[in-house]
């Protein structure tokens, strides 16, 4: 501490001080009275005594006397007659003094100083001059009372204190107030009230305490000597009880004038409830109202959490916080309104566990006023998924019945004309308690599920839909305040709650699954009792928990405390003449508690829980059943139960007299004495009890609370459930983590959900807004992901295709263009359904149609990146076959020659599928639209967006959604025959958006390569799905053979992707042995069709290359397909076209050279097969080109021919030599020479002489004894006598002879 410094403050305010009040005339001699002068001098010289005092050496040590520093400034104070400048300016020096930290444990008398200060500032005095002045001289009060309480001595201070500056803060605030005074003063006041209170209810906190008060009673170090006796004098929880409780007495009462009495009468620290208030309904709100609902808020917000660990306070909270609550509920103010949703929230954090019944009522209380019966939202142009879905979602009007046994949202009064910023403030509200992680959970575990309780949860969801969807297409601040009620509810049902809850055990669990199908049967029988009662009693005792022994108990027990059963029809019950309904109305009645209630209450208390039948017997049985209770709990004011029988029909005709408007002539109160003279066995009841009841009758009327939600709760209806909260059942509260219950939760919110969220969506243009809807987007898709709803999954993907810009074929390409590259609503939807595909494919079964046709409509428009589209097949750029097949992506092919086939699909795709008229072609500039193409590609390059999702995905799904995948693939092809008969395509696909003849191609063909790739990448179960697109294929070119194309448009383009699918699936499957039969069957049948007729070339060509590639595959297996002869035969066609020569060539190459490995020559007719080789020479010779590599094929089968008989020697098996030979001859040997000898007399003579030399070489191969002379005929007989090398064959025949 700086003594000097504190010195020289203080003694520079004591001689400003002293100067002030010489110049003030009260302190001039000339002016004063002898007894003024007295009393002028003694405040002067008090502060003269005190600068003599002062020591500027030792300066303002802690040994100095605190209660001597104060004592001058104090009396000026308490003075009557002073100033209000010398007031305020003693009163600014004090300030400055506690400030600067003068009054501290440690320095004498510090304690008592601060005391002393409080109790001067609380009986102030000063002479008034203008408000102006004075208003200074209470802001300083107000400022004086802070820095006390905030003081290190402060907290040392008496409960009785800190209630005396409470009171003085709250008497400026209400007497000072507009328009004598300025706001200011009143601002200031409300600061320093709320102020205090976070200073007195902080103290709870145990971040604000330094010491424990254990510390601080056994550390007297702490203390100066003197402040050692107030170690256990400090303010607490008296002064808190004190406080809180006057704060929820005040606000009930909704008084606007606190007179004299009134604070004189709450200067004791006695507690008064505020249940002993008799006015039921709303309260009138003022201002001083509003500031004292502020000061409770700030209680709760300091100290709330400690609230549960003080009796005293928690029961207030219980009782007073709670029924102020909701007698403020009906407000129609915004701000009140949103105090009390504030401190609910606060109620809500801080004991739940102990407020069950109390925040059950609350809730309906306030947001059920919101519902609208009978009406709902209007939609505009939305997409048919959302509307289907928010028809199904919505409120429907209830009826009778729906009202009576709260199956549906009850309504139990006219719904009131909020306006938007009530309805504002009521969905924030509650978007504040949804955002709390288990308030949902909680609240749908300890209601919903509790067959004595409403749904709130349910009901909930029904107030949020009601102020989701757009009304006239109009969106306004109401809707997104009521979407984010609903994406909060999704958001954290799909977070997790660590697992500190005492409910989340597996039994709870089943235990409240249990219950709740306890109250779905319960239900129904509720429904029946509101119809018909014996029947409805009937129905309840069918229910297994009830078929006990007890169950009359249990049935008064579900009459007294379940929701929904009708009051009229439970009087009608309980008042009937059977043995069930005597022994039920027994039990009811027990189950009330009148102790120490008057006869009126106890009546009113009953009446609110049934209504009196019309009938005058049933009305008997049940007032004797109700007297006979009610004199067994208070047995010492009456005689027997008759006497209270009498009573309790005189107090209804009185009622019915007082309260009846055809009654004129009213009962007095001499005639009510009267009738009562000889009761209660002639001793007559006291006039002052009689009076009591007859006043109370007189002039409050019997209100019965209506059924249902939302209505105005009665006193005596408060009573009663604050009762039934302090039963077993109403402190029976669960709190529960993640469980089974999500799902049913989540069964009940999504489909609601998802339609009011795509209402918005689909109208919303701001960033954030769509980023907020998309988060309740994807947790709507781990919720079903994780419960394994499909159902959920294709609606969410079926909508937000819908909502994506890409669902409309017809859309012109520069119009989708431009507008997906502008909207941000297409692109967050497109980007979650990219999402979905590649973290939740799984889960999808039905809504693959949509991501299909999403892929396709970006690719028509060539917006996705180039590695989405280019896909192999069997030609690239130049013509020149693709011998290593791969079903990768390949590098991009060139623009140059004959381009790759899914280049043109490509091309096809992304070209002008119509001609654009004039309008179409300047709707949009070249620039803005080269804008959008670049910033969607952009997007969708960085989101990754590419249908090698869809093929790398597959291989997760399951075998049904698979199935259904393929099924979309296939639904462009309308009824495939290539399926079997128990494999048609789903009748759910037979409504399949139907595109433009200009686009169906190119969808079949984009769909079709999907397919193949997706069969590629799931080859462990191809089997399943293989007949289909296989059989599609053969389809595609059986028709084009035979001319029918009406399934498939631009049959040409159509045809050669079914050729390029075909070969690639023969290709990749031929070895496996399953498939093999049907590859065989199906692969001979389109060998042997006319596909060349009318194709153009690169069909051909692809038919060419995708055969080489089957050859290539399966050459090793090639006898098991027998297809050599229609292979033969194509060539035989091909040969002779100049753009497939070159192909047939490489072809027959291939299958020369391989001879000598494989024999499938052996399995062949030969003759044929150099007839084509005679063919193709000829026709090259022609053409000038490949006529060498022709003769090298006849080298290849001469030079071979020892290893083809020995095959063929093999095959035949063990067979006579002669037979073998023979057939040798004829198969082999025979074909080869006659071919030969047909060469050597063409006119080109480099072939005659390559021919001649071909067949002295075969000649000599052979041994003499194997020719005949059928052989040498055949080898002469073509040969021309002047050949050169005639000469050479027979030398070389009579060799072998020799």
Known sequence: MNTAAHHSLLLGEVQYIMTIMRQNKRFQQSYLLSHQLRSS??????????????????????????????????????????????????????YKFLKHGFFTLKACNGIAAVGEIV??????????????????VLNKILSVQLACLSSECGSYLS???????????????????????????????????????????????????????????????????????????????????????????????????????????????????????????????????????????????????????????????????????????????????????????????????ELKMQIEVIINSIYMRLVVPGTGPKFGDHSKASVRLANEALPHAPSESDLQSGRRISFSRPIENLGSELTITLLDGLVALCQIPWFCREIYANYDCDPRCTNVFHNLIRVACQYAFPVNGSVTGVHFVALDVLRWMIINLDSEIPQESKGDSNSVVEQLLTSRHQKEILSEAIELFNQKPGKGVQKLLMIPFLNEDDHPKKIAELLRFTFGFSKTKIGEFIGGGDALAAQVRKNFMELFDFRNRSIDEALRMSFEAFRLPKEAQEIDRILQAFSLHFYEQNASMFANADAVHLLTFSLLMLHTDAWSKKVKNKMSLEEWFRIHRDVNSGEGLPHEYLERLYNSVTRNEFKVSEAGLGGVV????????????????GRQYIEI??????????????????????????????????SSITDAFVSMAKLSARQNLSTVMDELVICLFQVSGLSNVETPDEDLVYEFGNSLRFQFATKLLVEFLGNFSAYIRTSWSSILLMFFNLLRINVLPTSAYMLDDFLDGSQFPLRALSFTVQKPVSNAGIQSFFGVVT??????????????????????????????????????????????????????????????????????????????????????????????????????????????????????????????????????????????????????????????????????????????????????????SGCPPRTCLQFLQGLFSFIEANLHQLEHFGLMPQIISICRKTIQISFT????????????????????????????????????????????????????????????????EEFYKLKIGNADFEVVDEKLWKQIRFPIFQNLGSLCITNSAFIREQSLDLLHTSLLLLDGDQLGQATIRGVFEDVSFRSPLFSLLIFTVLRLFS
């Open 41 to 94: 001098e003694g405040l002067l010289r008090a502060f003269q005594d005190l600068r003599a005092s002062l020591n500027p050496v030792l300066g303002l040590h802690d040994d100095f006397d605190r209660l001597k520093l104060v004592a001058p400034f104090i009396a000026i104070i308490r003075a009557e007659e002073i100033s209000g400048l010398i007031t305020g300016e003693s009163l600014n020096a004090l």
């Open 119 to 136: 109790e001067s500032i609380s009986h102030c005095r000063f002479e008034a001059t203008d408000t102006g002045k004075d208003e200074i």
């Open 159 to 353: 409960d009785h204190a800190v209630w005396e500056m409470f009171q003085t803060s709250l008497r400026i605030y209400h007497q000072m107030k507009p328009p004598d005074y300025s706001d200011l003063l009143s601002d200031s006041a409300q600061f320093t009230l709320t102020e205090l209170v976070r200073l007195v209810f902080g103290r709870l906190s145990p971040r604000n305490v330094s010491f424990s008060p254990e510390e601080i009673v056994n550390n007297a170090e702490l203390f100066h000597e003197s402040n050692r006796e107030f170690r256990n004098q400090f303010f607490g929880i008296p002064c808190m009880v004190k406080l809180f409780s006057s704060l929820c007495l005040w606000a009930a009462r909704g008084i606007d004038n606190l007179d004299e009495e009134f604070f004189d009468s709450s200067s004791n620290l006695s507690v008064s409830s505020i249940s002993n208030i008799s006015s039921p309904g709303s309260v009138a709100i003022s201002p001083l109202n509003t500031l004292i609902l502020r000061l409770i808020l700030a209680a709760l917000d300091e100290a709330g959490f400690c609230f549960p660990g003080v009796p005293a306070l928690l029961t207030l909270v219980k009782d007073d916080v709670c029924s102020l609550l909701l007698r403020c509920s009906r407000s129609t103010n915004a701000e009140t309104l949103n105090l009390i949703l504030r401190i609910f929230y606060n109620v809500v954090i801080i004991c739940r566990q």
């Open 714 to 729: 009665t006193d005596s209806l408060w009573s009663d459930l604050l009762a039934r909260s302090y039963s077993q059942w």
């Open 737 to 770: 983590g993640a469980s089974v219950l999500d799902n049913h939760m989540f069964s009940e919110l999504w489909s609601p959900a998802l339609a009011a969220f795509l209402v918005i969506f689909n109208s919303a243009t701001d960033a954030r807004l769509l």
């Open 907 to 1092: 091309s096809l795709l992304v070209g002008p599928s119509e001609p654009k008229s004039a309008d179409s072609e300047n709707k949009h500039s070249p620039d803005a639209l080269a804008q959008a193409l670049l910033s969607t590609r952009e997007f969708l390059s960085t989101l990754g967006c590419s249908p090698h999702i869809l093929l790398s995905e597959s291989k997760f799904l399951s075998d049904t959604s698979l199935a259904v995948l393929f099924d979309c693939l296939l639904s462009p092809f309308g009824n495939n025959p290539g399926l079997l008969q128990d494999e048609k395509v789903s009748s759910s696909f037979g409504s399949r958006i139907l595109l433009p003849a200009s686009l169906h191609s190119k969808q079949q063909v984009f769909y079709l390569q999907l397919m193949i790739d997706i069969l590629t990448n799931n080859s462990d179960r191809v089997e399943k799905f293989f007949n289909k697109v296989f059989g599609l294929c053969s389809d595609i070119m059986r028709a084009h053979s035979s001319g029918s194309h009406s399934r498939f448009e631009n049959s040409d383009f159509v045809l050669e992707g079914a050729i390029v699918s075909f070969f690639k699936l023969s290709v990749k499957f031929g070895e496996k042995k399953s498939l093999r039969p049907l590859i065989l069957s199906i692969m001979s049948e389109v060998c042997s069709i006319n596909v060349f």
């Open 1141 to 1204: 020569h070159t192909s047939t060539i490489a072809l027959l190459d291939y299958l020369v050279k391989s001879a000598p490995v494989t024999p499938w020559l052996t399995h062949i007719e030969v003759d044929p097969f150099f007839e084509l080789l005679l063919q193709t020479l000829v026709f090259s010779t022609n053409l000038n080109q490949s006529f060498e590599i022709v003769l090298s094929w006849f080298k290849i089968m001469i030079s071979s021919l020892p290893n083809l």
